[in-house]
């Protein structure tokens, strides 16, 4: 009973904590241990519990009850170069986003587990500075995911163990922009905000395996299930003109106001193989994982009568993509463990007309270290990683009455994720 109330407070806790926003797009900062390695080995390394979330048959390897709080904090840079006719602009993106997560496991036998977790498993995040040369196309852009975990797993014979999980999302949107201007042989005209919220639930969930050949080597693999959100909100826009003329310049669309908006965008399922062999004082750790883009991702619509024709799509077309990394334990005493490792990280999003200046994504370069402390029952985390993406450019020529088309390139885009995860085991 006491290992149950323990495990109720820290879920209690976490709650609190991830109302903070999420950044980038998929995620993985759901462990600082596995930070340090660059995620490889991810829900098998059986030394923290965010099996949880990325294999629950991992959760067999923890021999104790426990909870664990994760706090990483992500930092994003890049310098934005304006083409076409914004040729001679430039701007800046510099900010960071906290992204917390939290997991709580009870081991109810040794061969049954059990647990919960609270963690971001997509998000978005880019923000310019108002009134810079693309502020009509975007200044704003912001996708918070969180996933609601409970989950088991059981270890049917010595060598292998199964897990499941069951998973309630939770999806919250923003955008906001400057609206364009027009001229409609009067001068220029038009000119405004628009801001766009939406929130929704759904339902998925993750199924896991593991095989142990010995105590030293084992893979595993999971499989996260295709969710399909069901979002709904608010268009609020404030425009500089006359209703009359900027509804015939914009085909009928309403203005100044706040109008019912919806949005159903589709998040992608995802298959992760892991393995891990420990020699000596070091262990080995690697991950593959596919991510079927294409099956949920080739468009995103806003559905309002405040948008022309109804609606507003943005064609993304998403290829499907891997991401491959591997990673070293080097187990320097009983109290004290560092990591380091690599990646690579492939970008649904290759061809500049299909690259958005709201995810102007593209393949990035992983490397991290990190750290373990361990005292009786307490382990503290801490990890470091940067990653460098690709130069990129991103032309979109479909403007519209509610954005313009704009022409970016982005040049020295990195990242930082800095995290620091406690661990107590009862």
């Known amino acids: 009973m006491k290992k149950l109330t323990k495990i109720a407070l820290m879920l209690g806790a976490t709650f609190g904590v991830c109302a903070a926003e999420a950044g980038s797009y998929q995620l993985n900062d759901y462990s600082v241990t596995g930070l340090g390695r660059s995620y490889a080995g991810q829900g098998i390394m059986g030394d923290d519990y965010s099996a949880i979330a990325f294999n629950p048959a991992g959760m067999t390897l923890m021999e104790k009850s426990g909870v664990q709080q994760a706090f990483n904090f992500i930092n994003l840079k890049a310098d934005v170069d304006g083409m076409g006719q914004h040729k001679g602009h430039h701007s800046k993106m510099n900010f960071w986003q906290p992204v917390p997560a939290g997991f709580a496991q009870y081991n109810v036998n040794d061969r049954l587990k059990i647990g919960a977790g609270i963690y971001a498993p997509f998000g978005l995040k880019t923000h310019y500075d108002k009134g810079w040369f693309g502020s009509e196309a975007a200044i704003l852009s912001k996708l918070d995911i969180v996933d609601f975990n409970i989950s088991a797993a059981y270890k049917v014979t010595d060598h292998l163990s199964l897990g499941a999980s069951a998973i309630v999302r939770y999806i919250y949107g ?16 038009g000119g405004g905000f628009m801001n766009f919220n939406v929130r929704g639930w759904s339902k998925t969930a993750t199924l896991g395996a593991m095989y142990e050949f010995n105590k030293n080597s084992r893979i595993g693999i999971s499989w996260r299930l295709r969710s399909a959100q069901r979002a709904k909100g608010k268009l609020k826009i404030s425009d500089n003109v006359n209703n009359s003329v900027l509804g015939a310049i914009t085909g009928g669309a309403l203005m100044n106001g706040k109008y019912n908006v919806r949005a159903n965008p589709d998040l992608p399922e995802s298959i992760a193989l892991s393995g891990y062999h420990r020699y000596q004082n070091l262990g080995f750790s690697g991950t593959a994982r596919f991510t079927h883009w294409t099956s949920s991702f080739p468009d995103f619509v806003v559905r309002s009568r405040a948008l022309p024709n109804g609606q507003k799509r943005t064609d993304y077309k998403y290829r499907n993509t891997w991401t491959l990394t591997a990673g070293v334990d080097y187990y320097f ?56 993406a690709k130069t990129g450019k991103a032309t979109e020529d479909k403007g519209s009455a509610l954005s313009a088309p704009n022409h970016a390139k982005y040049k020295n885009m990195q990242s930082n994720i800095l995290g620091v995860q406690f661990q107590y085991k009862f």
């Not at 923003?174 to 005209?189: A, E, H, I, W």
């Not at 290759?350 to 990190?370: A, C, F, L, Q, Y």
């Open 174 to 189: 923003r955008m906001t922009q400057d609206l364009p201007m027009f001229d409609v042989g009067y001068g220029p005209t």
């Open 333 to 388: 005493c009983k109290n004290l463990t560092f990591r380091f490792g690599g990646g690579w990280d492939e970008s649904p999003t290759h061809k500049p007309e299909r690259r958005t200046i709201r995810i102007p994504d593209n393949d990035r370069w992983w490397m991290s270290v990190g750290a373990s402390y361990m005292k009786n029952n307490w382990q503290v985390d801490v990890g470091f990683a940067h990653m460098i």
